[in-house]
């Protein structure tokens, strides 16, 4: 089944009475059909069961804004200017899809989906489990083939590097301990 057929019968003529409701079905069409929507605007909501009155999504590789930055780096961008878009309107008090135009410009594959760093983010609790082999400074190969394993995500040598950053204390903080032992 293509992804514009699979959104018809997901969305299509359906009502939502709750905004998990609607989060729950469009996480589960994201990865049936290796696509990743982003909200793009959203007008808030009073009523507590519905977040939003309005929400604009579209394709994560939708045109994005112009930079106000002076060029002095240059900016890698994977944005094709992708068209594909779908809005979501309150009416009464459900959620309904009001309009889409779901024509994708670039290849949609469960390697490219897995691949894109919104997927591969680790969540807390896997990041507790995988804590442990950061602080033993397990080879880099080894913690990939672990969260791969594990947690069923791709990981580049590049996140394995940024999460050791991340958990290694920062040098203020040795000079405060230190600091405080001698105390």
């Known amino acids: 089944m293509d992804y514009v057929q699979g959104f018809k019968d997901l969305f299509e003529d359906r009502e939502f009475t709750q905004f ?36 604009s999504y579209r394709c994560i590789n939708y045109k994005r804004r112009k930079s106000v930055s002076r060029g002095v780096r240059h900016v890698h961008s994977h944005a094709t200017c992708c068209q594909s878009r779908f809005n979501v309107a309150k009416r009464k008090s459900i959620l309904v899809v009001s309009s889409f135009s779901l024509e994708h410009n670039h290849e949609l594959s ?65 000079r405060d301990k230190e600091y405080f032992r001698r105390s």
Do not use: W
């Open 20 to 55: 998990k409701e609607f989060k729950c079905c469009l996480e589960k069409y994201m990865k049936d059909f290796n696509v990743i929507y982003v909200l793009g605007s959203s007008t808030k909501s009073n009523n507590g069961r519905l977040k939003y009155t309005n929400m």
């Open 110 to 174: 469960a390697s490219l989906f897995l691949a894109h760093p919104i997927n591969r983010r680790l969540t807390a609790d896997e990041l507790n489990g995988y804590r442990y082999l950061l602080e033993y400074n397990s080879p880099t190969a080894e913690l990939k083939q672990y969260v791969a394993d594990a947690y069923g995500k791709y990981m580049t040598t590049t996140d394995v590097c940024n999460m050791r950053r991340r958990l290694r204390p920062s040098a203020k903080s040795k």
